[in-house]
């Protein structure tokens, strides 16, 4: 464990956020992404024990047709890849992501009270992580199924009028001979542009539950509500900053297709090589560091939101006051040397006391 000053939150700009989210990940680097490394090597052996019923079979008769027994063979080996690509879709959701998940939020948020730890550290921690973040990490599964199910309702019904829409639009390219190609490709574009700005939108609010489970006593639904209640009053904050992240991501796709596409093409053999070691490094170090940069990032953002919020007693530092003691100690003497002087030189000073009861009349006989 490895001790540094503890980051002092304060309400942020979004240059801030991003600021103080690389100054956590400074902080023993190397140690973020090892372990995220070792979660990429355990994600790839899933996938590869998936996909080895049917990648047997094909090596095994690569230079031949299959017979017709062999083609049941295929067809088999393809059944049990569905069967076991199921079976490790559970196992990542349900045993590598609240273990990896919950270790790396509880990191990030270690490093803003100031200790970063190692590999072996994390390591360690990461048996108790899932039982901490399993009956969690199951309800943000499910309320991320519950949103992802009403958007995709919404998409259904956008994507038909957007289809309806551009085959009326397309009307004028027939008329004209130009094909469906113009009048149907910009309008698709742009709905799956929608689409993905609304996943974004919506995933947001379930962005702070980790965080709040880490740094909260909440867990399962009531960190999921605490997270929409968060998020809500902070909405634009929040939103902004995980589309530019998400555009971030996929501008680095779009390079790799582009050099994916130029070493196809390329008619030099080293040209290839260079293109295609460039677009592997590229796809290496994105997996490698987005994962940490993202929770890195959430951390910061639930921070600042709860700073904004709620103030900074729950950090354990002292609220500001509105005035100091010593202020009003100053005060006092001015305020009675005015009163002096308001008191007439023959009138006597008259005394602070309670005041009296009126005197009451006799009764008239």
């Keep these: ?103 790396l939020y ?46 995709n309702i919404i998409t259904s019904v956008m994507v038909t009028f957007g289809a309806v829409f551009a085959a009326l639009g397309s009307i004028p390219s027939l008329a004209a001979g130009s094909g469906l190609e113009a009048g149907l490709l910009v309008p698709f574009i742009l709905i799956m542009l929608l689409v993905a700005v609304l996943e974004v939108a919506c995933i947001s609010f379930l962005a702070f539950v980790y965080p709040i489970v880490v740094n909260e006593p909440a867990k399962n639904f009531a960190a999921i509500k605490r997270s929409f209640q968060l998020v809500w009053k902070r909405f634009g904050r929040v939103f902004g900053c995980q589309l530019i992240v998400t555009g971030i991501v996929l501008l680095v796709f779009l390079l790799l297709i582009v050099g994916i ?43 600042d939101t709860r700073t904004r919020l709620e103030g900074t007693a729950w950090l354990g530092e002292p609220e500001p006051q509105p005035a100091q003691p010593e202020e009003a100690a100053q005060a006092q003497p001015e305020e009675s040397a005015q009163q002096e002087e308001s008191v007439q030189p023959g009138e006597p000073q008259r005394e602070l006391s309670a005041p009296q009861p009126p005197e009451q009349e006799p009764p008239q006989v």
């Design 261 to 303: 596409v130029l070493a196809v093409f390329a008619r030099s053999m080293v040209a290839i090589v260079v293109l295609g070691t460039l677009v592997v490094l590229l796809y290496l170090g994105l997996l490698l560091f987005i994962g940490p940069y993202q929770y890195a990032l959430t951390t910061v953002l639930y921070f």
């Design 1 to 103: 464990m490895r001790e540094y000053e503890p980051i002092h939150i304060r309400p942020l700009t979004l240059r801030g956020v991003f600021g103080i989210t690389w100054k956590v990940l400074r902080r023993r680097t190397g140690a973020l992404l090892g372990y995220n490394a070792l979660y990429i090597l355990v994600v790839l052996l899933i996938v590869g024990l998936c996909a080895l019923p049917t990648l047997l079979p094909l090596v095994q008769h690569a230079n031949e047709l299959p017979p017709k027994m062999e083609a049941f063979r295929v067809l088999g080996g393809s059944l049990m890849t569905v069967l076991l690509t199921l079976l490790g879709s559970l196992v990542l959701m349900l045993l590598v992501t609240p273990i990896t998940a919950g270790t």
């Design 106 to 151: 509880g990191e990030m948020s270690a490093r803003i009270y100031g200790s970063a730890s190692s590999v072996g550290q994390m390591l360690k921690r990461s048996k108790y992580s899932l039982k901490r973040f399993f009956t969690t990490s199951l309800c943000y599964t499910l309320a991320a199924f519950a949103i992802l199910f009403v958007l």
